[in-house]
């Protein structure tokens, strides 16, 4: 038996890093998983063959979130194909860092389009399926830089920032439906996204962790499915995953 037998999730941007891993521990609890990547066709069929040795089920969901046309398109489709949807992770979400002397106006606009709101999209998409069946779970990856601020990340904390506001007045809204709304709020952790910055610059945020350490996608997917599983009375709330680097 597994804690999401039964159950339909969707995990934007699950072709790498955190949704990846994401995708593969609610598949290993019993969840269909639809895998949505915007360009990564090859990195999201390989996530689906990896869940298929376990005997999860998935599907291919591409679509970019950014666009709220292909957003909601997108979380149609998994909805017509399974009949249904449970669980949705916003997951999908960039970084274009420069401090704001260099930032550009298409910088800005890429990270707020992608990150905030495509969660606007996708669970203004979802939640009408979610109202008519009385159950849903929502989880949007924020960060620590939502919370914190950041150098270089004006563009980007303003769109974590925003997800955490975003989850409160969702779960405010949703609620009575049975429709619970998380944001998980990671620190720094081992994916492409933080291999693009620079070795020095990774040496100085390790020194800044309590723990000492990255985080592993696999340890923020663990708190995922705690709040998809186990998280029944838990809404509007932020999940820090962080090793201490925000307290
Ligand atoms: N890594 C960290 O240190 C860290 C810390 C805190 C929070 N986070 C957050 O965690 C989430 C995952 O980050 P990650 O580190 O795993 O990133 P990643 O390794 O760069 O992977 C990003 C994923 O998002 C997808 N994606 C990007 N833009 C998309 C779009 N417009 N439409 C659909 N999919 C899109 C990518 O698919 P394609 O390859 O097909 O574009 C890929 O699957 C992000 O929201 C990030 O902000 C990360």
Not at 48 to 56: C, K, R, S, V, W
Request: charge should be neutral.
């Amino acid at each position: 038996m597994g804690r999401l037998d039964n159950k339909i999730a969707l995990v934007t941007g699950a072709s790498r890093g955190i949704g990846r891993a994401i995708a593969t521990i609610l598949a290993r609890e019993g969840a269909a998983v639809a895998l949505n990547y915007r360009s990564g066709e090859a990195e999201a069929r390989a996530v689906a063959d990896e869940i298929a040795t376990f005997g999860g089920q998935t599907m291919l969901a591409q679509g970019n979130v950014s666009d709220k046309t292909e957003a909601r398109e997108m979380v149609k489709r998994v909805v017509e194909h399974y009949g249904r949807l449970d669980v949705l992770v916003n997951n999908a979400g960039i970084t274009r860092d420069r401090s704001m002397r260099k930032l550009t106006d298409e910088d800005w606009l890429d990270v707020i389009n992608t990150n905030l709101n495509s969660v606007y999209y996708c669970t203004s998409a979802a939640m009408e399926g979610m109202i008519a069946q009385k159950y849903g779970r929502i989880i949007n990856i924020s960060s620590y830089v939502g919370q914190a601020g950041n150098f270089g990340q004006a563009n980007y904390a303003a769109s974590k920032g925003g997800i955490i506001a975003f989850t409160k007045t969702a779960a405010i809204e949703l609620a009575k439906y049975n429709i619970t709304v998380n944001a998980l709020a990671p620190g720094f952790t081992l994916t492409d996204m933080l291999a693009k910055v620079p070795d020095n610059v990774q040496d100085q945020i390790k020194a800044k962790i309590p723990m000492g350490r990255f985080g592993l996608p696999e340890e923020v997917a663990k708190a995922v499915l705690f709040l998809a599983a186990d998280g029944d009375y838990i809404t509007g709330q932020q999940i820090n995953v962080n090793g201490g680097v925000y307290m």
